[in-house]
């Protein structure tokens, strides 16, 4: 257990009445990449925060490679931190900013020119060395905050959304570059974002976070395709809900029963009770439709409301007969189905999944 | 930009040449005169008011050297009690902050004859402060700070802090609290944090509330009128003295031209000293 780089247990932070990290747990292995991913005011930022000792928390601990510090100040911790508006002193240079914490740490002057050389050429930032940080772009002040963090060889790199400030164009070549640094240098790497993509195309296992709390833990494929809840479906990708009660228990399968009486089919992981409001959820993407009529299992009729036309997709909506709306996304398509037109849909067992239905408090 | 802002600027830049160039030069242009049986003013070209000036030590030390000594003394302890101020200020929200910053321009605000007056019952032999530091024991007799030079030096200091605490709290609210978060990170002790990140970066603020409260001690007049005595000759004072009362203007032109210039030197030494240090690295390059 404390092989883990980071071990966040328990952690809690109490404003007022508000619980901003409500009892979060979670394990960074070395060399990971795990982001905390949420809305705003999920507690992501917090957690973070808490880890880089920037905030005490309330409860819990937090271990950095089996030292317990919790309560260690900042500048004893050994983390990385790279802040989302770069945080850059504007009164050093380039060199200066990535020299200051070597300084601290009394490296001698040549190790000190040869780590800012390393660190700005590894950040492709090389002949910049003398530039005050406001005659950077935010995509280079963004890249000298990460060399100034990973010329500290620190145990852990902290990320705290360092690319949302940066346009859209930037942010995805930044991303490419980012993964691929921290895959070369093996960094251990806890990133907080709220960008889903970003998430799911950069890290190894993500946290979801909600109101204080954690949704799931999951690597990016079984987030997307085995979420645990309702707001883990929600919350990542785009996905059609069925609401239903569980009729049938089979190993392997469950009966749900729909609203309109008709019973679908799917194929559970976890054992879910007979008689439990479940919901059953389906990706756009396993959404076929079909203009000819289909017989047989899971089933579902209606009619195009809507065809949206992006290039390489094509999103429908239908209404469903018995009510309800199910959206569908086509990549490999070789005709258009107009609105208005019937069709049948078969939701396959394998592609349905069966959430319990929880209802909690402000939902 | 400057060319569409300058129809709107010049009212403003007329106000100043009539009112202050145009003065300035006329004081210029007397110092230059002659007093002829000891009241007349001659116009004539001569550099007697400055010979006698510099020629005269009395003068230049112990009004002028002087001056400068106390200004210097009071600005730099002015800084040292408003620095912690204004850091504590900054960090309030509110009330407390509404409350703190009404104590601390409360000089301003209530007239400088005012506050002499009032001070005065605190510096007399047996007033507030020799009371309280007697009672502190920090010395047994009562000192004189009336009609000496440390009540003015503690005046200038009072009536100097609102504005150095103003200028460097706009400094310090700039800082991002990141900038402090970042510096901890890499391994600074709140205190090395305090003095690579933050106290640099108020040094705009800073060097502006020095200017203002430079100026104001350098060219002091109703302070040491009112408290000072024989001893305590600031070049202000001494100005007041030949003008209206030995009704020397050409004299008293010359000692303000000399004042003007010698505030001046200091103040563009200091523009060069704070600009090499670190406000050129602050401010954007034109």
């Known amino acids: ?363 | 930009m400057i060319r569409r802002l300058t129809p709107s600027l010049s009212p403003g830049l007329l106000a100043i040449f009539i009112f202050v160039a145009l003065p300035m030069l006329w004081v210029v242009r007397t110092s230059f005169n002659d007093l002829a049986q000891g009241s007349f003013i001659v116009e004539t070209f001569t550099l007697d008011n400055y010979t006698r000036f510099l020629g005269d030590p009395w003068y230049l030390v112990n009004t002028l050297w002087f001056t400068v000594r106390i200004a210097i003394l009071s600005t730099a302890v002015s800084v040292i009690c408003a620095y912690p101020v204004a850091l504590y200020i900054a960090r309030t929200t509110g009330v407390q902050r509404n409350i703190l910053m009404a104590l601390i321009m409360a000089p301003l605000l209530i007239g400088l004859v005012t506050l002499v007056y009032g001070w005065i019952v605190i510096f007399r032999g047996g007033g507030l402060l020799n009371s309280l530091m007697i009672a502190l024991n920090v010395y047994d007799e009562p000192v004189r700070y009336m009609w000496d030079i440390k009540g003015v030096v503690i005046l200038l200091v009072y009536i100097g802090m609102p504005y150095i605490v103003l200028s460097l709290m706009d400094s310090i609210e700039r800082i991002s609290p990141y900038l402090v978060e970042a510096a901890r990170n890499v391994g600074a002790s709140p205190w090395t944090a305090f003095w690579k990140i933050v106290f640099p970066l108020t040094m705009p603020g800073l060097y502006a509330g020095l200017v203002i409260v430079f100026s104001l001690n350098f060219a002091a007049f109703a302070v040491p009128l009112m408290i000072g005595d024989s001893n305590t000759q600031m070049i202000g004072l001494v100005i007041y003295r030949e003008a209206l009362l030995n009704n020397d203007l050409p004299f008293a032109s010359a000692l303000s031209v000399i004042m003007v210039s010698v505030n001046a030197l200091i103040l563009v030494g200091m523009a060069v000293l704070f600009g090499r240090l670190i406000l050129n690295r602050l401010e954007a390059k034109r």
């Open chain 1, 1 to 363: 257990m404390s092989d883990d780089a980071i071990q966040v247990q328990g952690a809690m932070k109490r404003y007022g009445a508000v619980m901003a990290v409500d009892d979060v747990s979670f394990n960074v292995a070395p060399g990971e990449f795990v982001s905390l991913l949420g809305p705003s005011g999920c507690g992501k930022t917090t957690s973070l925060r808490m880890i880089a000792g920037f905030i005490d928390p309330s409860g819990g601990a937090i271990r950095v490679h089996g030292r317990d510090v919790t309560y260690l100040p900042p500048e004893r911790r050994d983390l990385g931190f790279v802040f989302q508006n770069y945080a850059l002193w504007p009164h050093m240079t380039v060199a200066e900013n990535v020299a200051f914490g070597l300084k601290l740490r009394k490296k001698s002057r040549s190790f000190i020119k040869d780590k800012i050389e390393e660190s700005l050429s590894v950040t492709g930032l090389s002949g910049y060395a003398a530039r005050l940080p406001r005659e950077l772009s935010g995509g280079q002040q963004q890249r000298v905050a990460l060399a100034r963090a990973l010329a500290l060889e620190p145990q852990v790199l902290l990320m705290d959304e360092p690319l949302s400030n940066l346009d859209r164009a930037l942010r995805v070549v930044m991303r490419r570059e980012l993964k691929e640094l921290q895959a070369r240098m093996k960094m251990t790497t806890l990133y907080v974002t709220h960008d889903q993509e970003e998430a799911l195309s950069m890290s190894n296992r993500v946290v979801i976070m909600n109101k204080g709390r954690v949704e799931q833990i999951a690597a990016p494929y079984e987030l997307y395709e085995n979420p645990a809840t309702t707001f883990v479906a929600d919350f990542v990708g785009i996905t059609n809900f069925l609401e239903g009660v569980v009729v049938d228990t089979e190993p392997g399968w469950v009966g749900v029963r729909l609203e309109t009486g008709q019973v679908l089919r799917a194929v559970i992981r976890q054992p879910v009770s007979r008689g439990s409001a479940v919901r059953a959820l389906i990706r756009p993407e396993r959404v076929t439709l079909s203009t000819a009529p289909i017989d047989g299992l899971n089933v579902l009729r209606g009619r195009v409301v809507l065809s949206e036309y992006f290039g390489a997709v094509l999103r429908y909506t239908v209404r469903l007969d018995d009510g309800g709306t199910l959206r569908s996304e086509v990549h490999n398509f070789d005709g258009f189905i107009a609105p208005g037109e019937q069709v049948w849909i078969c939701a396959l067992p394998e592609h349905l999944r069966v959430i319990p239905h929880e209802r909690r408090a402000g939902e």
